[in-house]
């Protein structure tokens, strides 16, 4: 089923081909295709931010639209359009590169939210390297000024998928009582040359302005940031080249800005961005161990009626190879359990050890031991 961004897609492309033509009215029939479906799905959002983004965007697009027909010009007010939308004067003599700049607008990212070092179980070794490089740092600028040391810098997690990266991201936001940007590739990519790094630009514009400093967290910064090479595209490098350049501005004690991101696959990081002081700190984060995976059944746990008979050192050692995230599912599949059966029979009960051993049945780790041995090696 085609989406409704694949179908605004098409029409862009139809009237860039019918511009390339030179056919100016089949390209604005195109352009106001695209804008209606906009205006259309706009109305759907239920997101205030998406609405207000959508209907940017289309009152630009309907803007080229007649832009292209030629029919733009100021409108005095009257009796009969004096509530009507004016549209501001263009200059016709626009070229096609001006017209595709003016359908993307300025991006707006939106903040996430934070947590403490306190929910997020384990990992102790990697909280102690956050909290004397990144929290400290922030929270006692008289005494790093004594020591000539500055805040503010990046730093890059990477492991195994599920092993908690985005989880430690929030808390040290929460821990400093920063906003926290927490940017997917998506948000930054776009089909249109130039606009990528314009979308970088604008993140962290957005985030300087923030008045006491910002977190911004790039999850699979690979994506954004993969090694050079002889076959690497124009856009691409352009990409990384602005990447470097912001994370360059991001050391000092006047930036306020903490920069995170976590990767999967750190072997395929360009070498640029792993030099200090884009990253101070790399940090590996590793499949829970004993106490950490106790410490995540407890907290999967937690506000749940749990039955006398659950021996957590049984489900400890049961579970051991598997990530925070594959944990933390298994919880939830145990308590659907009595959940199914108290909606089935009208009668509550706890989670049980029968509960558990069901949960975990053909239950894998989703990391063998060599992908673990790569991350040790790195």
């Known amino acids: 089923m085609t989406s409704w961004a694949d179908t605004l897609t098409t029409y862009i492309e139809h009237a860039n081909s019918q511009l390339q033509k030179g056919d100016r009215n089949g390209a604005s029939i195109e352009t106001a295709k695209a804008a209606e479906l906009l205006f259309v799905e706009a109305k759907k959002a239920a997101n205030t931010n998406m609405k207000k983004n959508l209907t940017l965007r289309a009152t630009q697009l309907l803007e080229t639209s007649l832009l292209l027909r030629g029919e733009i010009k100021k409108n005095l007010p009257d009796k009969q359009s004096h509530n009507k939308q004016q549209i501001p004067q263009k200059n016709n003599t626009k070229s096609q590169s001006q017209l595709e700049k003016d359908e993307e607008e300025k991006p707006i990212f939106s903040r996430g939210s934070t947590l403490a070092f306190t929910d997020v179980a384990g990992l102790v070794d990697v909280k102690n390297t956050l909290l004397q490089r990144i929290v ?72 300087r302005n923030e008045p006491n400093g910002a977190c911004i967290f790039f999850d699979e910064i690979d994506s954004l940031a993969k090694k050079r090479n002889d076959d690497t595209h124009g856009a691409t490098l352009q990409v990384l080249t602005q990447l470097l350049q912001e994370l360059d501005g991001v050391s000092g004690r006047r930036a306020k800005l903490v920069f995170l991101a976590a990767t999967n696959t750190p072997w395929l990081l360009d070498e640029a961005i792993l030099r200090p002081p884009r990253f101070c700190e790399k940090c590996y984060v590793p499949l829970p161990d004993e106490p950490a995976r106790l410490a995540m059944f407890e907290l999967g746990l937690k506000n749940c009626p749990v039955d006398s008979d659950l021996v957590f050192d049984e489900l400890v050692e049961a579970s051991e190879g598997l990530s925070g995230a594959e944990i933390i599912n298994i919880c939830e599949r145990a308590k659907l359990i009595p959940f199914t059966e108290a909606i089935q029979t009208g009668k509550d009960r706890a989670v049980n050890n029968n509960d558990f051993k069901k949960a975990m049945q053909n239950i894998k780790p989703g990391i063998n031991p060599n992908s673990l041995q790569k991350y040790k090696d790195w």
């Open 136 to 207: 400290l740092p922030f929270r006692f600028p008289d005494k790093l000024a004594i020591y000539g040391l500055t805040s503010g810098g990046g730093m890059l997690f990477y492991g195994p998928p599920g092993t908690g990266k985005t989880l430690l991201a929030r808390a040290v936001a929460g821990e400093l009582g920063l906003p926290f940007y927490l940017i997917k590739s998506s948000e930054i990519l776009s089909q249109y040359y130039g606009q990528s790094t314009k979308n970088l630009a604008a993140l962290f514009e957005q985030a």
